[in-house]
């Protein structure tokens, strides 16, 4: 069955510092891969995929994630945070071929500091 | 174009009453998928529905149920309402066939069971 394990509820970084968002997945196919970030009373808001292709996923607002198989890892990352990018960060695994019947992490709480 | 759209937004119902949640995709697409979100469980998939047939289920109780309409309009009911319903229940949609494989939310609806 697959599974997603987000390391660390909550991350709290300075502004400017690097963002480092763990995530592993089980799988026992191919997976297609999502990050989903919410902000506070509202819904998901798609911040990158992988579906197939190159393992470097760039998304919106400056966060890319890499995909590696061995490691069985899709860890977001972001150079450098901004204060907007605090937030409720969500890892999801798809095993069908739609990428729909997401099957979500716990989440992990950003807090940008000033 | 206009978003995914859930009404209601709030709604508080009684243990042991049914309620029924709607959500309406973006226009032209075809999947429509439903996740409960509640602190403890966090996000977990419900069940989705294309072309007016459930195509995907969780792992829910049959107290909830779902279906969608020929205009792709999509409702869920819950019966028999427990005090761990309340939730926020997040509606997506996705244009199956396309590259992106992504999923867009809706803001979801708040249910409160007292």
């Known amino acids: 069955a697959q599974s997603v394990t987000q390391l660390g509820s909550h991350v709290s970084v300075s502004e400017g510092a690097l963002v480092l968002l763990r995530c592993n997945y089980s799988?026992?196919?191919?997976?297609?891969l999502f990050w989903y970030v919410q902000y506070p009373n509202q819904g998901l808001q798609l911040l990158l995929k992988?579906?197939?292709?190159?393992?470097l996923v760039k998304g919106i607002n400056g966060f890319e994630a890499e995909f590696k198989k061995s490691e069985t890892s899709f860890h977001l990352t972001k150079p450098s945070a901004h204060m907007s990018d605090a937030a409720e960060y969500f890892c999801?695994?798809?095993?069908?071929?739609?990428?729909?019947?997401?099957?979500f992490g716990k989440g992990t709480t950003l807090s940008v500091s000033s | 174009k206009a978003g995914v759209t859930q009404t209601p937004r709030y709604l508080i119902k009684t243990r042991g009453q049914q309620v029924t949640l709607s959500c309406s995709p973006i226009?032209?697409?075809?999947?429509v998928s439903w996740y409960q979100q509640t602190p403890g469980q966090g996000l977990q998939f419900l069940f989705e529905?294309?072309?007016?047939?459930?195509?995907n289920k969780g792992n829910f109780p049959g107290r909830f149920s779902g279906r969608q309409f020929s205009n792709s309009r999509s409702e869920m009911n819950v019966s028999t309402l427990e005090l761990g319903d309340s939730a926020l229940y997040l509606c997506?949609?996705?244009?199956?066939?396309?590259?992106?494989?992504?999923?867009?939310f809706g803001p979801g609806t708040r249910l409160t069971v007292t």
């Open positions: 999801a695994v798809s095993e069908n071929q739609a990428g729909t019947a997401l099957i």
């Open positions: 529905y294309f072309s007016e047939t459930q195509r």
């Open positions: 992988y579906t197939t292709g190159a393992t």
């Open positions: 226009s032209g697409h075809r999947s």
């Open positions: 799988s026992s196919v191919p997976p297609y």
């Open positions: 997506a949609s996705s244009l199956i066939g396309s590259a992106g494989y992504e999923q867009y």
